[in-house]
T-cell receptor, first 112, second 115 residues
Framework: GQQVMQIPQYQHVQEGEDFTTYCNSSTTLSNIQWYKQRPGGHPVFLIQLVKSGEVKKQKRLTFQFGEAKKNSSLHITATQTTDVGTYFC????????????FGKGTKLSVIP | KAGVTQTPRYLIKTRGQQVTLSCSPISGHRSVSWYQQTPGQGLQFLFEYFSETQRNKGNFPGRFSGRQFSNSRSEMNVSTLELGDSALYLC??????????????FGPGTRLTVL
């Protein structure tokens, strides 16, 4: 079945440093979504990427979808303590797929 | 608009018992998906329902089952509980119309502890 690998599993950064998490799928994805889960909370939708090579920005967050639609990344510039949490990517393998496969997430800690 | 609600929020059961969890989606959403979240395995897809029909199922044993009612509310049931079933069970709702593009709105989850 479809597998979505996400690295790194953990990342500790000093406040102000940049952070990147990477997501790789074993199959071509129709789209990829990113979610953030704060400690003790539930996943919250951040963004969806659909097109090959797509790049989207949300303030300090930059999301990319690979040309082959099998990989994606989330980059945070100048991290803040409010960025703390676990970031998940989630992909659908085909146009008719109703199953969203999540990566195991990257847990981000920000040292003030 | 009210968010996704899940009841109960916390549950303690013993091995061998069965449990039923409930999820009320956002008004107007017709799709409900269930996920199991554990520290070691992350978020694992259980099943998804749309208009009372199961559209997809993850790789979980038959002890895990679910259903959806005509008002889109959903329940999941776990029979013959095992220690390894201890987890946070998350429900997510979406419009469900476009299989390839739906945003999932998660509920707060039910924390199940099996003793």
């Amino acid at each position: 079945g479809q597998q979505v690998m996400q690295i790194p599993q953990y990342q500790h950064v000093q406040e102000g440093e940049d952070f990147t998490t990477y997501c790789n799928s074993s199959t071509t994805l129709s789209n990829i979504q990113w979610y953030k889960q704060r400690p003790g909370g539930h996943p919250v939708f951040l963004i969806q990427l659909v097109k090959s090579g797509e790049v989207k920005k949300q303030k300090r967050l930059t999301f990319q979808f690979g040309e082959a639609k099998k990989n994606s990344s989330l980059h945070i510039t100048a991290t803040q303590t409010t960025d703390v949490g676990t970031y998940f990517c989630a992909g659908r393998s085909g146009a008719g797929s109703y199953q969203l496969t999540f990566g195991k997430g990257t847990k981000l800690s920000v040292i003030p | 608009k009210a968010g996704v609600t899940q009841t109960p929020r916390y549950l303690i059961k013993t091995r061998g018992q069965q449990v039923t969890l409930s999820c009320s989606p956002i008004s107007g959403h017709r799709s409900v998906s269930w996920y199991q979240q554990t520290p070691g395995q992350g978020l694992q897809f259980l099943f998804e329902y749309f208009s009372e029909t199961q559209r997809n199922k993850g790789n979980f044993p038959g002890r895990f089952s679910g259903r959806q009612f005509s008002n889109s509310r959903s329940e999941m049931n776990v029979s013959t509980l095992e220690l390894g079933d201890s987890a946070l069970y998350l429900c997510a709702s979406s419009m469900g119309q476009g299989a390839g593009s739906d945003t999932q709105y998660f509920g707060p989850g039910t924390r199940l502890t099996v003793l």
